[in-house]
């Protein structure tokens, strides 16, 4: 009859499977409770595999190059042990004390900036090969600033050099921006050569109107009052600190914004981004100005930071450095922080590696470059190996090949 509830096996059983499905609401905890662990050590595993993989074949075949390369010194015994020897002293060197630790934290920070400059890049499918002249950029425009500002008050002179700095590092980041959302020259072209006329240009100034008078070797004015105030150690300065901040900005930015939204889908897939109404071409120049801006920072650090000063020959590795950094750490902001303190810790280690190993700091560029070898190479490893579950490859977004506009097909 209709209006009326039936009743019998089939809705007693319903009930009962309702009343089961109930239960664990009301009673025990769920399963999922009991996963939610297990799942996030399924997701560390998947992410961190590979890159504890590549460093530790790394320091094997260092270690090969070590022993290889012993019967090459003349009169000095084979010792079967030094690169263990070499690694404690890179150890030591590098963590060893207070002084060591500090050091390693200041060679980590320009590291940091770079990374998350190239790996802010990587995001929206942009290979920012320009981090050193950027950072040279940002360098020379720090030194302008902060001799000018050298007799001010630090609360105006440290701001007004560091910002002159990040804005010299974005404008050398904005050309190849626009440079690609106009004509779609590669980026990777025009920031390699980008990187040259930075070189020279920092060498022309340095030796000519910004040089000391009368100085045997081209140099510039110290900058003053605009040099980072140290709080802790004999040289760790608030560059340390300003950086950790760019790393939980640069993740909030890309993970927690619209625009960062936008960043990442420009970066998967222009087209499709071009089809939701976003502006890849607008994305494109305002992430490599961003882009530019932190590798001007890390240019900043060093020079308000470490030097004071410039010479014309001011340079590092940290531009190419970056590249490395930004690549271990998979383009994560956050990853992007132990990546470059690891950099960190191989650049101030390896001076007391060299003092009691007699190995040379050179071998260091050779692990980094290693490191990065067995990065890209990490699809074959995980084929080779038959890991299961776990990432590997270079993520640099889908737009990376592929000029603004071209459709793919």
Same mark, same amino acid.
């Given at each position: ?14 009930? $009962? ?17 009991? $996963? ?81 400059? /190239? ?30 500002? $050298?007799?001010? !008050? ?12 990040? $804005? ?13 959302? +106009? ?13 040259? @006329?930075? @070189? ?19 140099? +510039? ?28 900005? /640069? ?35 305002? +992430? ?21 000063? *410039? %010479? ?9 450095? !970056? ?29 007391? *590696? ?11 560029? @050779? ?8 990065? /890209? ?17 270079? %993520? %640099?977004?889908?737009? /990376? ?9």
């Amino acid at each position: 009859m209709s209006g009326t509830t039936p009743t019998g096996p089939a809705s007693g059983a319903s009930a $009962a499977s309702s009343g089961a499905s109930a239960a664990p609401a009301s009673g025990a905890p769920s399963a999922g409770g009991e $996963a939610r662990p297990q799942n996030l050590l399924r997701r560390a595993y998947s992410v961190l595999a590979i890159p504890v993989l590549v460093f530790v074949l790394a320091l094997l075949v260092e270690a090969i190059i070590i022993l290889a390369s012993e019967p090459l010194i003349p009169g000095k015994p084979f010792d079967p042990w030094l690169w263990v020897t070499s690694y404690q002293a890179l150890i030591q060197g590098s963590l060893g004390g207070p002084d060591p630790i500090v050091q390693t934290l200041v060679n980590t920070t320009p590291l940091l900036f770079g990374g998350l400059a /190239v790996a802010f890049g990587f995001k929206a499918g942009l290979f920012n090969i320009g981090a050193q002249g950027q950072f040279l950029v940002g360098a020379l425009g720090a030194v302008i600033a902060g001799v000018a500002l $050298a007799d001010a !008050s630090p609360v105006i002179a440290i701001p007004g050099a560091a910002l002159v700095g990040l $804005a010299a590092g974005a404008l050398w980041g904005f050309i190849p921006g626009f440079l690609k959302a +106009t004509s779609g020259a590669h980026e990777v072209v025009s920031t390699i050569m980008l990187n040259y @006329v930075a @070189v020279q240009l920092l060498a022309a100034l340095v030796s000519g109107p910004l040089k000391v008078p009368r100085s045997p070797s081209p140099v +510039t004015f110290d900058v003053g009052n605009a040099a980072f105030p140290i709080f802790l150690g004999r040289n760790g300065h608030i560059g340390i600190i300003l950086a950790l901040i760019a790393a939980a900005f /640069v993740w909030w930015l890309l993970f927690r914004t619209t625009w960062g939204f936008e960043i990442r889908a420009v970066g998967a897939n222009p087209d499709a981004a071009r089809y939701a109404g976003m502006r890849p071409k607008l994305i494109t120049v305002a +992430t490599m100005t961003f882009s530019g801006a932190l590798a001007g920072l890390a240019g900043t650090s060093v020079l308000l930071g470490v030097t004071h000063s *410039m %010479t014309s020959s001011f340079g590092t590795t940290v531009g190419f450095d !970056s590249i490395a950094v930004a690549l271990l750490a998979r383009s994560n902001p956050i990853a992007v922080i132990p990546a470059a303190l690891l950099f960190g810790m191989l650049r101030a280690g390896a001076g007391l *590696m060299q003092i009691r190993a007699q190995i040379p700091v050179e071998l260091v560029d @050779v692990l980094q470059g290693t490191i990065l070898l067995f990065f /890209v190479a990490s699809p074959v490893l995980r084929r080779a190996l038959r890991l299961r579950g776990v990432q590997s490859g270079v %993520t %640099t977004g889908g737009a /990376v090949t592929r000029p603004l506009g071209e459709a793919s097909h």
